[in-house]
């Protein structure tokens, strides 16, 4: 069974019932998956939240990744973290 101890951090307590159900989808389909396996699923979601006008506040980014990148080697997070801010500065 998937941990969902996540959905008790006070960064997301007051999220969007919307951006909650996308949230938890991309949780589902990262479950177990390597970081290169990773970058599909985010870009996924964000299509999915571009569909919808939404989008993640800082903190409720800072959650998702915190939690995709719990079971990743020291080399993936810090590959992952490139990534991320590479991304960031596209917006």
């Known amino acids: 069974m998937a941990d969902t101890s996540w959905m008790n951090n006070p960064k997301i307590r007051n999220i969007d019932p919307r951006k909650l159900a996308i949230l938890l989808e991309i949780m589902k389909e990262a479950e177990g998956k390597p970081m290169d396996k990773l970058i599909p699923v ?50």
């Open 42 to 91: 985010i870009m996924n979601a964000n299509k999915k939240l571009q569909d919808q006008n939404l989008n993640f506040t800082k903190d409720e980014s800072d959650v998702m990744i915190e939690i995709l990148s719990r079971h990743l080697t020291p080399r993936e997070k810090m590959q992952f973290e490139m990534l991320r801010k590479m991304m960031a500065n596209r917006k």
